[in-house]
T-cell receptor
Framework: DGGITQSPKYLFRKEGQNVTLSCEQN?????MYWYRQDPGQGLRLIYY???????QKGDIAEGYSVSREKKESFPLTVTSAQKNPTAFYLC?????????????FGDGTRLSIL | GENVEQHPSTLSVQEGDSAVIKCTYS??????FPWYKQELGKGPQLIID?????GEKKDQRIAVTLNKTAKHFSLHITETQPEDSAVYFC????????????FGQGTRLTINP
């Protein structure tokens, strides 16, 4: 089955620690995205990537970093500079638009502070 | 930049009745408007989308309307069923290369049996 796999489902971070969230897709999509979701709020864009080895900041990139070494993979690192990392993190992918194409989401990683 | 407002934040309807969720957007250049359904502990799932050259789109019990002049769009669910209970998000984007979606705050829909 084609889809987006995020791992782990739950993750705990200690003070001063960097943690990396995994996102893999087998949909052959060009673009990939990372969103943060806080309780009672909509999704906010952290980073996105249109092609391998290229990515752009979204609206809330501070304290996060990404890489795109392979088309199917777009890992997100939550660094110690992110002072309020507790949230639900969602990865998405889409075909690069020739017109507007929908984004497909994974089932998320919930990050908490120890 | 784009700002999307969504109302109401919670909505409770009797099974079989209709539900309507409304969104407004600020950027007149936005040209793509998807709606997502999110169940507890899951990622959002696309249920319907509409492009700016269309005023209305329907898929079985779900319909979306778009008023570009007023910059608002709405989700209509008819003959609601218990499995429609979830959080619904609207979004808007201007497609320039990658699709940067801006989401509304979400509506928690509860269907009462």
């Amino acid at each position: 089955d084609g889809g987006i796999t995020q791992s782990p489902k739950y993750l705990f971070r200690k003070e001063g620690q960097n943690v990396t969230l995994s996102c893999e897709q087998n949909l052959n999509h060009d673009a990939m995205y990372w969103y943060r979701q806080d309780p009672g709020q909509g999704l906010r864009l952290i980073y996105y990537s249109q092609i391998v080895n290229d990515f752009q900041k979204g609206d809330i990139a501070e304290g996060y970093s990404v890489s795109r070494e392979k088309k199917e993979s777009f890992p997100l690192t939550v660094t110690s500079a992110q002072k309020n990392p507790t949230a639900f993190y969602l990865c998405a992918s889409s075909i690069l638009p020739r017109g507007q194409q929908p984004q497909h989401f994974g089932d998320g990683t919930r990050l908490s502070i120890l | 930049g784009e700002n999307v407002e969504q109302h109401p934040s919670t909505l409770s309807v009797q099974e079989g009745d209709s539900a309507v969720i409304k969104c407004t957007y600020s950027d007149s250049a936005s040209n793509y408007f998807p709606w997502y359904k999110q169940e507890l502990g899951k990622g959002p799932q696309l249920i319907i989308d509409i492009r700016s050259n269309v005023g209305e789109k329907k898929d079985q019990r779900i319909a979306v309307t778009l008023n570009k002049t007023a910059k608002h769009f709405s989700l209509h669910i008819t003959e609601t069923q218990p499995e429609d209970s979830a959080v619904y998000f609207c979004a808007a984007s201007v497609v320039q290369g990658a699709q940067k979606l801006v989401f509304g705050q979400g509506t928690r829909l509860t269907i009462n049996p």
